[in-house]
């Protein structure tokens, strides 16, 4: 009865009628969700209103951190109630959190009309170990006698157990994990790890990654074992030439606690434990595969009362080096996401079948299918087929990327790789029970990459260009494997700055991978030369001198810009200024009266063809962009984020100093390498010698109108298609369309000439390839030096789809979307009837979509709560009938404006 009256009263009350819900999706630091094992000791804070009404905004909220690690939990910090709109990346201000501490929050707030919310739920998130000091144990490994060096390919992988006895099952307990190259781990049989190649990849000289995880509900009363498999994985593979290490190593530390946190019990790696290299897996390396030998299985091994403890011996171990910090991982590890299953197959008279999976990616192969005992299986993939259906393998270069496995008997086997990674999209079977036919529920792919939440979306009208969205993200997706890759197939799959920076705008389109670049800006940060030089490969191993690139360096102060700029995160300037004021530095000590070179760059690399002043080929790929006109823009560019960033942090001065800098470097620029007709005066007039000092706004006025005239006719005689490589494909579209130059834009995105994205993608293109031409359907396949068929750089035109076709862009003002800037091209000269995106925001998802009729374009808006739009549309006021929501325009040289607050939009333009 009680209930009903007050389910009556709770309909009737007029006042929580309209009380807003409560804030959702609690997050910490970068979109993190209740994570557990969380390196942050001072976290902010961000939460979302699901609040659908027009001007949906926050004017107040209430933020409330508990340690619950005590019977009573202890308020850390209560905000109180604070006059604020900020509803992301609120600053903890409670005392600092330490190892192991168990944290829950929770937010209420109150409306625009100052109506208040109920509080959300409680969110979570429990710290790691933070210090070196709180580990115990210490690394364990194969002593240095048993010690065989491994020949060409890798270790076998090494199993490690340990068993002890527990009286009374804990009510809570926790696995802090990592590794000396790559770990998975069970407790009594039971997989502990969900995600692949744990720790990841750092410069372990400095820095190896931790995680942390929750086993109470493994453990049991009486006998447990704990077991890990350890391989070379980045650390001691042919990857990195074994630079940090000959062999893997293990580190873990089991803690046994009270309900409330406290560590009753720890058990650590130590002499202990035992080991065995006699496993099945004989050869694990990430560029060769692995070899399976199902007879050598060592059935039991990780449960209680196995049987062949003897096969286990003493282990070696060796203790901390306090060099090098033990830190929790930023970011969540790498998982399959999702499985392939072939679409055809073909059997060949020698018997091998080989699978189509209808998309180039990255991961792992699994086989369920009939063999024979001792029999070896032969799983080999490829990324294209030659001309008679056989596997195109020569662009893998010298990585074997096979794998081998041998059963122990006759009938159906089930096997999946764990230590290595392939990029393919064939896949050849070889080695199968011969009386046997082929099916094509025998195979399929496991696609694996970085665990990060899908945020982005486009599509369109125009096949094409759905297709090259599609294949970014699945260059994205096999190339985002702990780090951002060149490629992930070849003997290389090695963290390239250069690329990285280039796609880094549309990686966070794409997915939430903010957490995910902090993780390799502070990897940048720890291998930069004192005097801000940086090596073109992050991390380096054994490449530690091979450094400075313009483009590829830059990534010091390109990706921490695009990363604020994109998320509205002031900590990554906080964190990462520093290093882009070093970089910038490191340009102005070798600057003469404003220019810089680098003479040993590597261009423009991949220029697709010559203009005749130098050769371009296998001998040099730089292209032929004087290399001082590409560390100069890139030397200005890095002056004007660095004043970008510091107007963000407040720092006037050194934004005026910068901005004095980056003027300074522009009129180098102006006079040095243009004449007074615009003209390129510096080495060859490439597109790319025009494109970036306008990218970058270098040149001004009437200079600039000149040289874009200038560019527009360099591109007409190269027939209207690009002819950039790396470095100016990543910009030609958006600095095209921002200097006026809409037909050319048009032209070179829309066409499928080569070169051109269409034109990879009407050769086969399922990803982004490394050369437009790699493969062709009338030549063949390029050089298979370089060839690979998943490469992103060329990717980084994706940005120009969300922010311009689809019209969904940040604002230097406003970061992180809290102004949303709708700009879509809507042009009657582009070959599309729609096109749309979404994008889900730290505020709430984003949206706009376009659609074109006989007599409008009608257009869709979603601006998220506590986020406000600003919309721009190139049509006069008359033309703009608002039809859903309110919004006033205003109109300057036939462009309209409106800004406006959160809610849903719907506009009507006549043509
Ligand atoms: C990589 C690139 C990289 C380049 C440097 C290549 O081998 O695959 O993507 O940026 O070298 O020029």
Request: charged residues 25%; hydrophobic residues 35%; proline residues 6%.
């Amino acid at each position: 009865m009680r209930l009903i009256l007050l389910t009556l009263f709770t309909l009737w009350s007029p006042s929580t009628l309209a009380t807003p819900e409560p804030p959702a999706e609690l997050s910490v630091n970068e979109g993190r969700i209740n994570p557990l094992g969380f390196h942050d000791p001072k976290p902010s804070f961000s939460w979302k209103l699901k609040d659908p009404r027009q001007g949906a905004r926050q004017t107040a909220y209430q933020l409330v951190v508990t340690d619950t690690g005590s019977e009573h939990p202890e308020t850390l910090w209560d905000s109180g109630k604070v006059e604020s709109a900020r509803s992301v990346y609120v600053p903890y201000d409670g005392p600092d959190l330490s190892s192991r501490q168990r944290v829950a929050w929770r937010v209420r707030y109150w409306d625009q009309d100052s109506k208040e919310s109920d509080w959300s739920d409680w969110a979570h998130f429990e710290l790691g170990l933070l210090e070196n000091s709180d580990w115990k144990g210490q690394w364990i490994h194969l002593p240095k006698e048993g010690f065989k060096a491994p020949g060409e390919m890798g270790n076998p992988v090494v199993h490690l157990r340990k068993t002890f006895e527990i009286e009374q099952v804990p009510e809570m307990a926790r696995l802090y994990l990592t590794a000396k190259g790559i770990v998975d781990f069970r407790i009594n049989g039971q997989l502990v790890t969900p995600h692949a190649f744990i720790p990841g990849w750092t410069d372990y000289t400095q820095k190896i990654e931790t995680v942390t995880y929750d086993v109470g509900p493994l453990l049991r009363q009486g006998e447990n074992v704990l077991a890990a498999r350890i391989s070379d994985g980045w650390f001691a593979g042919t990857i990195s030439k074994r630079f940090y290490g000959q062999m893997p190593e293990l580190l873990a530390q089991l803690e046994l606690k009270s309900p409330e946190g406290k560590v009753l019990e720890t058990i650590v790696t130590d002499q202990s434990w035992s080991l065995t290299t006699d496993g099945p897996i004989t050869m694990a390396d990430i560029w060769h595969g692995e070899d399976y030998d199902a007879r050598k299985e060592l059935d039991g091994w990780d449960l209680p009362d196995y049987q062949g403890a003897e096969k286990f011996k003493a282990v070696a171990a060796t203790p901390l080096d306090p060099k090098v910090s033990l830190s929790p991982k930023r970011f969540q590890g790498s998982r399959v996401i999702e499985t392939l299953k072939p679409i055809s197959m073909r059997k060949f008279e020698d018997g091998k079948v080989v699978y189509d999976l209808g998309q180039n990616m990255v991961g792992w192969i699994s086989i369920k299918l009939p063999a024979r005992k001792g029999q070896t299986i032969t799983i080999r993939m490829a990324e294209m087929l030659e001309e008679d259906g056989t596997l195109y393998r020569g662009n893998y270069r010298t990585a074997r990327s096979l794998a081998n496995y041998i059963p122990a008997v006759d009938g159906i086997v089930e096997y999946t790789q764990t230590f290595t990674f392939f990029g393919f999209q064939y896949i050849e079977i070889s080695g199968y029970d011969a009386t046997a036919e082929p099916s094509l529920d025998w195979v399929s792919g496991q696609v694996l990459h970085t665990d990060f939440p899908l945020t982005g979306t486009f599509d369109s009208s125009h096949t094409k260009l759905n297709k090259l969205q599609s294949n970014i993200v699945w260059g994205q997706r096999g190339n985002f494997l702990d780090i951002p890759t060149d490629c992930p197939q070849r003997n290389e799959r090695y963290g390239w700055t250069g690329d990285a920076q280039v796609f880094s705008p549309v990686s966070l389109f794409n997915y939430d991978t903010h957490a995910f670049w902090m993780s390799y800006l502070e990897s940048i940060r720890q291998e930069m030369k004192p005097d801000g030089g940086v090596p073109h490969i992050i991390p380096s191993n054994q490449y530690r001198n091979w450094i400075n690139s313009a483009g590829w360096g830059d990534a010091a102060f390109v990706i921490p810009w695009e990363l604020y700029l994109r998320t509205g995160d002031l900590d990554v300037l906080r964190e990462f200024y520093p290093m882009m004021k070093k970089r910038v530095g490191y340009y102005t000590a070798k600057a003469k009266d404003g220019i810089v070179d680098e003479p040993n760059s590597f261009g423009d690399w991949l220029q697709p063809k010559s203009y005749g002043t130098k050769s371009i080929g296998k001998d040099d790929r730089s292209g032929e962009t004087s290399t001082r006109i590409l560390a100069t823009c890139y030397y200005a560019y890095g002056a004007s984020l660095c004043a970008k960033a510091a107007d963000a942090l407040g720092l006037e001065s050194e934004e005026e100093d910068y901005r004095e800098l980056f003027d300074s470097i522009s009129k180098s620029v102006s006079a040095k390498f243009f004449n007074p007709e615009g003209e390129v005066i510096e080495g060859t007039a490439t597109q790319t010698a025009y494109i970036l000092p306008l990218a970058f706004d270098l040149l001004h006025g009437d200079l600039a109108r000149k040289a874009a005239r200038n560019l527009a006719e360099r591109i007409s005689k190269d027939d209207n298609l690009l002819n950039s490589g790396f470095i100016g494909t990543a910009v030609i579209i958006q600095t095209l369309e921002k200097y006026g130059l809409r037909q050319q834009a048009r032209d070179i995105l829309f066409t499928s000439e080569y070169p051109s994205w269409f034109y990879s993608i009407d050769q086969g293109a399922t990803t982004i390839w490394e050369r437009w031409n790699s493969y062709t359907k009338k030549d063949g396949f390029g050089d298979d030096s370089m060839n690979s068929f998943n490469h992103y750089a060329y990717g980084a035109v994706g940005s120009f789809l969300y922010e311009r076709i689809a019209g969904i862009a940040p604002t230097a003002e406003k970061p992180g979307y809290a102004e949303v800037l709708v700009a879509p091209i809507l042009d009657e000269s582009f070959p599309l009837d729609h096109a749309e995106a979404s994008l889900d925001t730290r505020y709430g998802k984003a949206s706009n979509g376009w659609k074109k009729t006989d007599a409008a374009w009608q257009m869709t808006t979603v601006i998220p709560p506590n986020a406000s739009g600003r919309i721009v549309l190139p049509f006069p006021v008359e033309k703009i009938t608002v039809t859903k929501g309110e919004a006033r325009f205003s109109e300057v040289n036939g462009e309209s404006t409106a800004l406006v607050p959160a809610g849903s939009y719907q506009f009507e333009i006549s043509r």
